[in-house]
């Protein structure tokens, strides 16, 4: 990859020369680059010919060629429904929240990470960190049962117990939310500092110690060297997470959801699996999969285009 | 990182471009290729091929419990049936396993497949066999059972028979039910000694029943009683919500029953609303656990039951008397508990009304595009003739059971060969759901054998109980179409309904209710109704 810049001034200079010797001279290059081309090819656009099976009445027995063309009229009847609505709400609401909380739990753990002197506990405490990133959410959906849960869970134990009335953390939509944000941030936010803790090795060293000697304190020297020095890393965070605010990963909110707090927990990628792989109704559910890529692509441009503008950092 | 993707990105752009499009075209000569069997399929009676050897592919649910030296494809069961049925008739036999777990989403993919699809296949899922049906992949069997299958015919009988029908064509072989029993609801019966109670024997009864659990805890739980265990799933509400349903007409039955998945669901019926109430009082008294609409899957309910913390609660009939299942766990933990069969709810007209399963299980289908249909049938057939059903449910006579009262009694003890035997006997004898052994009496005591001798008096009872006073499934002249779009989603809107309204506060019972129901009839209950009340006309006019 390095030697791009190399290819560049090569193929300025030997636009004489035959592309066949420039071929020859290079086409182990090239031949790097054939896996991940097929890679994208067949993972990711050739699924995209699927796509028009928003625009039929899909009937598997007929297959995606010889199922008739019905226009538009799935998309009307999705954007009739109101579970679309409530689910599309939900996402967009999950995922602000989740942005706000989420985002700056791993930069701000970096930093901490960062700061500590003592070699072995930061070791320990990274370690601890990134548990939570490996165990599956199907069993942490168990945990938070077992933590959480009215009748028996834990922390509702040691509440009533005491004296006082248990609080429904799982089946009352708004302590449901906090639920839901806070293990979130518990499952994801070590193992975001990686990106973060990486990006700070890039910092010289020696401005850390000429703001010692100026006089800055240690906040100081955070604010105005190692949060400068991250800023590209956060803006492209951003807005790889800008452009997934309309999509939601489906384990989470399946997970942790439930049927009393539905109004919150349902999103667009349960509303999905149920339309579509439990109902059977493929042209619905590829609805609004062209309806989530679609306007995600608008959100990730956007914030490109906006960030661009305001600190000249993007990622096209 | 970030900036060298894009040189790539260029460099790449013309030989991406091609190879998209040489991609794009391999996929659609792909996919239309797979259309084109279905064009030459559609059934097929050609007899003299029997004389060819040829392959039958059946599908077989795999548990992934396959014994050391077998698998779910190579076992003493496939083999005795390639033995018997297979050299006979020149067929050789392949089984093409679906795990049991994701049998409707992998058989979707199998049947969009075109290749490789097995010539019989089945799922328990009314829906899918009707979507199937009405997107024309099956092959109409009426004739072929007509002309190859007496004795399975005999065997399924008219009324099982009528729920493989789709607009009038048999488009499926349903199973057949060997027992059509579903709940029974159980008492502590050690609390009640302790208390002095009689055993309820009505709602109101069984009411007073639960305050006094709660107020006296008398299994010395320290305020973790829980008088009545429920969850979100049907054998825990139904019985409940059943109860409360008021007498009802021929036409409310056909019109308010809404079918969501197999299961009929009274949302509509009069007496709902009371039922939900009563679950109401039932919550905000603490008579029920806090999270029951957290548990879908049971295991919290059968975690309390096995700890001693529930008082009562219904299941599926024999569900509690499993070899280590919930009674025998509580006996362990609570020295003395007694769990007793009681048949509690009763409705206006003093009857202990609960539903009953349909007498049909699984579908058993022939995919149009399969060349082996005569052979498939030729299969369920030979199934259903003589002693084969018998052999195959069974196994071999003195090592595997012996006749106890015309009864096969499964032999104590028995070798590790024998009990190899018999492990996928359940999803290889496909046109049978439990044992059958010619009558539904029979059929339920050698179901009761089967179970820990010392529970063998509240397995009895709790059987009788579950053939109380059952309520059919209704079932209408066609597949009501709405069902089969909506029924998933309703499924998920019923049980939300319940658990909003039982959760709410009593004073805000009646706006939850209204909201929960205009969601529910928004969302395709009406569209069910609006059918199912189209249908019912066209049944009268006839």
């Given amino acids: 990859m390095a030697s791009s810049p190399h290819l560049n001034r090569l193929h300025k200079e030997e636009t004489a020369v035959s592309w066949n010797a420039y071929f020859r001279r290079y086409w182990q290059l090239y031949a790097l680059l054939v896996l991940p081309l097929i890679y994208f090819i067949i993972f990711k656009y050739g699924p995209m010919y699927g796509i028009i099976i928003a625009f039929k009445d899909f009937n598997f027995f007929q297959g995606i060629v010889g199922s008739e063309w019905i226009g538009f009229e799935a998309f009307k009847e999705v954007f009739g429904m109101r579970d679309f609505y409530l689910t599309l709400r939900n996402t967009l609401m999950l995922n602000f929240l989740d942005l706000l909380v989420s985002f700056p739990a791993p930069l701000i753990l970096a930093i901490m990470l960062y700061e500590m002197k003592v070699q072995w506990f930061k070791k320990l405490s990274q370690t601890v960190l990134y548990i939570p990133h490996f165990i599956s959410w199907v069993i942490i959906g168990g945990i938070v049962y077992q933590v959480f849960g009215t009748q028996s869970g834990m922390i509702n134990n040691v509440i009533t117990s005491i004296g006082f009335d248990a609080i429904p953390f799982l089946t009352d939509k708004n302590d449901w939310l906090a639920t839901y944000l806070l293990v979130g941030v518990w499952q994801s936010a070590g193992w975001g500092t990686i990106i973060y803790l990486a990006a700070l090795t890039g910092i010289n060293k020696e401005l850390f110690e000429a703001a010692g000697i100026d006089g800055a304190g240690r906040l100081k020297r955070i604010w105005h060297i190692t949060l400068p020095g991250l800023k590209s890393t956060i803006v492209v965070l951003l807005i790889i997470n800008l452009g997934h605010m309309i999509s939601i990963g489906f384990e989470r909110p399946y997970v942790i959801g439930n049927l009393a707090v539905r109004e919150y927990s349902d999103v667009l990628s349960t509303f999905v699996y149920r339309i579509g792989l439990q109902s059977g109704q493929y042209t619905l559910a590829t609805v609004v999969g062209l309806f989530q890529a679609v306007v995600g692509l608008v959100f990730v441009l956007g914030a490109n285009y906006t960030s661009k503008k305001l600190t000249d950092e993007g990622i096209m | ?542």
């Fill in chain 2, 1 to 542: 990182m970030i900036g060298n993707k894009r040189k790539n990105g260029i460099l790449g752009t013309k030989k991406s471009l091609l190879m998209l499009g040489l991609a794009c075209s391999l996929l659609f000569t792909a996919c239309s290729s797979n259309s084109e069997p279905n064009a030459s399929g559609g059934t097929n009676t050609d007899t003299g091929a029997s004389k060819e050897r040829v392959t039958l592919k059946v599908e077989v649910f795999d548990r992934g419990n396959s014994p050391v030296g077998s698998t779910i494809t190579d076992n003493y069961l496939t083999n005795y049936i390639q033995e018997n049925f297979g050299e006979p008739n020149n067929i050789d036999l392949e089984y093409v396993p679906v795990p049991r777990s994701e049998e409707v989403e992998k058989l979707n993919v199998l049947m969009a497949s075109g290749s490789n699809v097995p010539d019989i296949v089945f799922t328990y899922d009314p829906n899918t066999f009707n979507r199937y049906a009405k997107q024309g992949g099956l092959t109409d069997v009426g004739p072929l059972l007509d002309e190859h299958a007496p004795n399975l015919k005999a065997f399924l009988g008219d009324e099982v028979l009528g729920y493989g029908q789709y607009q009038g064509t048999q488009f499926a072989v349903p199973a057949k039910r060997s027992n059509v029993g579903k709940y029974a609801s159980f008492i502590r019966q050690d609390w009640l000694d302790k208390l002095n109670m009689p055993v309820p024997q009505t709602t109101e009864e069984l009411y007073e029943t639960l305050k006094a659990f709660k107020e006296k805890d008398p299994g010395a739980t320290g305020g973790q009683v829980i008088p009545m265990g429920m969850t979100i799933a049907s054998a825990q509400y139904e019985p409940l919500l059943w109860s409360f349903i008021k007498p009802l007409t021929d036409e409310q039955k056909y019109t308010l029953t809404q079918q969501l998945g197999s299961n009929d669901y009274p949302t509509l019926l009069p007496g709902f609303k009371d039922a939900l109430q009563f679950m109401n009082k039932l919550y905000n008294e603490g008579l029920i656990s806090k999270d029951f609409g957290l548990d879908k899957d049971k295991k919290k309910l059968g975690e309390d039951v096995a700890t001693g913390k529930v008082g009562f609660y219904s299941e599926d009939d024999i569900n509690p008397f499993y070899e280590n299942g919930s009674y025998d766990t509580l006996q362990k933990n609570v020295p003395g508990a007694l769990l007793h069969s009681v048949d509690v709810f009763t409705n206006e007209e003093g009857k202990h009304a609960k539903p009953m399963y349909a007498p049909n299980g699984l579908y058993i289908m022939i995919p149009k595009s399969s060349e082996r249909a005569v052979e498939a049938i030729k299969y369920l057939e030979w199934m259903a003739t003589g002693d084969n059903l018998f052999n195959l449910q069974n196994g071999i006579e003195g090592e595997n059971y012996t006749m106890v009262d015309d009864i096969p009694v499964v032999v104590e003890n028995p070798t590790e060969e024998a009990l190899n035997r018999l492990y996928n006997g359940g999803d290889m004898i496909i046109i049978s759901n439990g044992k059958q052994l010619g009558s539904m009496e029979l059929n339920l005591k050698a179901r009761a054998m089967q179970m820990p001798a010392k529970f063998k008096d509240q397995v009895e009872a709790a059987q009788v109980i579950a053939n109380t006073d059952v309520i059919p499934p209704v079932l209408m002249d066609r597949p009501i179409e709405a069902q089969t779009k909506y029924g998933t989603t309703l499924l998920d809107k019923f049980n939300e309904m319940i658990v909003k309204t039982t959760m709410a506060k009593p004073d805000q019972f009646e706006s939850v209710y209204e909201t929960m129901l205009k969601d529910y009839m928004a969302s395709g209950g009406q569209a069910i109704l609006d059918e199912r009340t189209a249908v019912y006309k066209e049944m009268q006019a006839k």
